[in-house]
């Protein structure tokens, strides 16, 4: 009795969905594919319809897959939760499990598909896997494979019922989806394709400030839902040394804006200033300095008067160059640097497109300057580190080039990083 109240309750939800949300909901594939640009409600269109295939299966059981459980604590738990209390049932998330119970309906599993050796141990009717094309393409192959491998439950009410598996990501390159649904698409495997401005519920600003916040190559994968290539053969493709030149000098009592980069006997450091506007330029190098403490005489001997923050590589607060008894960020403080960081490195891809949106955004503005004749080794960098086969950006030990980007790069995806809107459940799923 009190199942059948709650399935009352559930239905008397009226839920308006866009034309894309509506294709990839009613869907009959096997295994169908919501690719969608920002804020197009991927996340949210697969919850509802998890939460459909739970509510109309209540025998069997359903699986959530994220390539995190960073995501799925922050993200998934929160928005299931959002849409159980409006279907007002009684529900209980047992976080030790990574499970969600649901009074007359069983349960759903969350589990991460960074480890796919790990997806074991349990079976499922329907799979439900998010932001999948963000992995790398042998790892969300192999999770993927364990995953449908799980979708081996029958429901005793329909016995017909075909076990689904279904997914939603923002297409990020020629990657694991494009190969998948795209290239050479199998039978049973169903692309549901969504722009950005499908959906009428977002902020008026919302697509003009991702044009302003994403590098120009991106604008068409991350409004379009369109898979492009986002892994040129040059990682820094947006420079270019004759229009990011600017003539620049430092001077004496100016604050300096240091990126670090910590190796031992090779150590690297972009400079830089901020003109007014808030507009950075990289006006010196240091390149394969021994250590840390060479590194800090280095920088007090050409700047004795400035004032120096640092944005260090993160893995310098526990380590060290030099000294196992002292961390680098520990000598940098003794030198009277002021440091700025957090408390992990930023994810590389993340870094790579703070910089390439600096170099030129999605409406060709330039936000980043190199004073070209001071910094002749960073430049060299820009314009010759690539993409190898698996699209990872090139290390070479023969060099430094991977360390002074990634010297610059901790102080532009610092100090500039790229700024994703969110917003409401309720601004794209209206009840």
């Not at 009684?90 to 796919?116: S, W």
């Not at 790398?136 to 009410?157: H, L, S």
Request: aromatic share 12%; glycine share 6%.
């Amino acid at each position: 009795m009190q199942a059948a109240k709650q399935k009352q309750a559930i239905n008397e939800n009226s839920i308006k969905l866009t034309i894309p949300q509506s294709k990839f909901f009613v869907s009959k594939a096997k295994f169908p594919l919501f690719c969608g640009g920002f804020g197009s409600g991927k996340s949210e269109t697969l919850f509802l319809k998890l939460l459909s295939t739970k509510f109309n299966h209540p025998k069997v059981d359903v699986g959530y897959f994220a390539p995190s459980y960073q995501l799925i604590r922050d993200i998934a738990w929160g928005r299931i939760q959002n849409l159980l209390d409006k279907s007002r049932v009684v529900y209980h998330l047992n976080k030790a499990d990574n499970n969600i119970y649901i009074q007359g309906y069983g349960k759903i599993i969350f589990r991460t598909l960074e480890v796919p050796e790990r997806i074991i141990g349990f079976e499922i009717f329907a799979a439900f896997l998010d932001e999948i094309d963000t992995m790398r393409v042998a790892t969300i192959t192999e999770a993927w494979n364990k995953v449908i491998a799980r979708c081996r439950q029958i429901d005793p009410d329909d016995r017909n019922a075909i076990n689904r598996v279904h997914s939603a990501t923002t297409p990020e390159g020629y990657g694991f989806c494009y190969r998948r649904w795209e290239k050479d698409p199998i039978p049973g495997y169903e692309i549901i394709k969504a722009p950005t401005a499908s959906n009428p519920h977002l902020p008026k600003d919302y697509i003009d400030s991702l044009k302003a916040s994403y590098p120009a190559n991106l604008i068409e994968a991350y409004l379009m839902g369109e898979f492009v290539n986002l892994t040129s053969k040059t990682v820094y493709s947006n420079f270019n040394r004759k229009i990011h030149h600017l003539k620049c000098e430092v001077e004496d009592t100016e604050e300096l804006y240091i990126g670090m980069d910590f190796n031992i006997n090779n150590m690297s450091a972009i400079v830089h200033k901020k003109l007014p506007g808030n507009i950075p330029v990289a006006v010196g190098e240091f390149t394969k300095i021994k250590d840390t403490p060479a590194m800090i005489d280095a920088i007090k001997f050409r700047y004795p008067n400035n004032k120096i923050t640092v944005y260090p590589d993160s893995s310098g607060k526990s380590a060290s160059t030099m000294d196992a008894n002292k961390s680098d960020f520990t000598l940098l403080r003794s030198g009277g640097f002021s440091l700025k960081y957090r408390s992990r490195n930023p994810l590389r891809r993340d870094r790579i497109m703070s910089m390439q949106s600096a170099f030129k955004n999605g409406v060709g503005e330039i936000r980043y300057f190199v004073n070209c004749d001071n910094c002749p080794e960073y430049i060299q960098a820009l314009e010759q580190q690539v993409f190898d086969s698996n699209g990872i950006p090139t290390k070479d030990p023969s060099n430094n080039i991977d360390d002074l980007n990634d010297a610059g790069g901790y102080f532009i995806h610092y100090e500039y990083p790229i700024s994703r809107h969110l917003f409401t459940v309720d601004s794209v799923i209206n009840y």
